[in-house]
């Protein structure tokens, strides 16, 4: 596997769009693709078969970053969610497979009836 190096992280004034820049490429990932993406144990589980589908996230946003180490980023998203290490190569992985990975989400979504929408409050 390659190690990637960012040259830059920039978050967006609304903050929810991470522009990642490699010295070859430059990744724009939206908050909510970051947020659904999280490699934390809460998302995928602590072994095969155990990953959760993350719904609601339309609007959320990234308030801050943090590093960790020389190798990564903990993101800290405004739904409180902060326990997902996002290394450089996966960072890279995200930017290089958004398409897929994306449309590999929304068909989930729409095959478990869940909505990219935040539940109604009420």
Not at 84 to 89: D, F, R
Not at 93 to 115: C, F, H, M, P, V
């Amino acid at each position: 596997m390659a190690n990637h190096w960012p040259e830059e992280l920039r978050l967006s004034r609304d903050k929810t769009m991470l522009t990642v820049t490699f010295p070859d490429i430059v990744f724009q990932l939206p908050a909510e693709y970051l947020r659904v993406s999280s490699p934390s144990a809460e998302v995928r589980g602590h072994g095969p078969g155990q990953a959760i589908t993350v719904s609601g996230k339309r609007n959320v946003a990234i308030l801050a970053i943090e590093p960790v180490g020389r190798y990564a980023v903990k993101l800290i998203f405004d739904d409180l969610h902060a326990s997902g290490i996002y290394t450089w190569n996966y960072l890279h992985e995200l930017g290089q497979d958004q398409k897929t990975r994306w449309e590999s989400y929304i068909a989930e979504i729409t095959n478990k009836n869940l909505s990219r929408d935040p539940p109604a409050c009420g």
